[in-house]
């Protein structure tokens, strides 16, 4: 990480009053039937996020909010780097089941991020696209509110992942508290040791057109296994 005090920061735990606590509907499954409200994209970091929302950069709140008749947001831009040492390929290639990582180092990798309100709770669910010239790897996730008020990523094949948000002059900042297994609403908790890494990715807004956007993973016993950053911008209309 380019930024020293970030690193300090990632480590803190966020203040207890800070920590918004939803209500108990909001982590019960799309199949138990509520009603499908028309959320927009920026209720659920409000509701993550709390009082420190009002800190969040407008740029960076307005990139989140969706018009009327808009279904989604939609980013593209190129990933100027992303790299992985050997050990991180490894890994990348064990879990691709679930999609997650990409193995492969490349520069100026075309890229597309689109996230969409989910209907039956409050939530996200996000697609990456890598346009990498060996593959097109994309891949899906789902994130919500859990009823104690933390914001919970499901990835494919029952990967989970428990994220803090940070903010920072000018950036929003997603980190990992911990990986999980999840299976029919049952969470298994990863020791760390057996996770991918502290996994950062950093929001940094440009103007308000364009931002960038950094993702490092850092294992405590191998050291940094995954680095990409690039720039983008969302599409309008």
């Not at 094949?157 to 997603?174: A, D, I, S, T, Y």
């Not at 057109?209 to 016993?221: G, L």
Request: proline residues 7%; aromatic residues 10%; hydrophobic residues 45%.
């Amino acid at each position: 990480m380019r930024d020293m005090e970030l690193l300090q920061r990632i480590d803190l735990p966020a203040p207890a009053g800070d920590r918004a606590v939803a209500p108990a509907a909001a982590d019960l499954p799309a199949a138990a039937g509520r009603a499908a409200p028309a959320h927009d994209l920026t209720e659920l970091l409000k509701a993550a996020l709390g009082p420190r929302w009002a800190l969040l950069h407008p740029h960076i709140q307005a990139r989140f909010g969706l018009a009327d008749g808009q279904a989604q947001a939609e980013y593209v831009g190129d990933m100027h780097q992303v790299r992985c040492t050997r050990l991180g390929a490894l890994f990348a290639r064990l879990i691709r089941y679930a999609r997650v990582l990409p193995h492969h180092n490349a520069d100026d990798v075309p890229f597309r991020f689109d996230v969409e309100p989910l209907r039956r709770e409050l939530g996200w669910l996000k697609t990456r696209t890598y346009h990498f010239a060996q593959e097109i790897f994309s891949f899906r996730s789902r994130m919500t509110l859990g009823a104690d008020g933390e914001l919970l990523e499901h990835f494919g094949g029952g990967l989970g992942m428990r994220v803090r948000l940070e903010v920072l002059p000018n950036r929003l900042v997603f980190v990992d508290d911990g990986f999980f297994l999840h299976w029919r609403g049952l969470r298994l908790p990863l020791p760390r040791l057996l996770s991918p890494g502290r996994f950062v990715l950093v929001h940094r807004d440009l103007d308000a057109e364009q931002f960038e956007v950094s993702i490092d993973v850092v294992h405590p016993w191998f050291g940094p296994l995954f680095h990409q950053e690039g720039r983008f911008q969302r599409m309008r209309g």
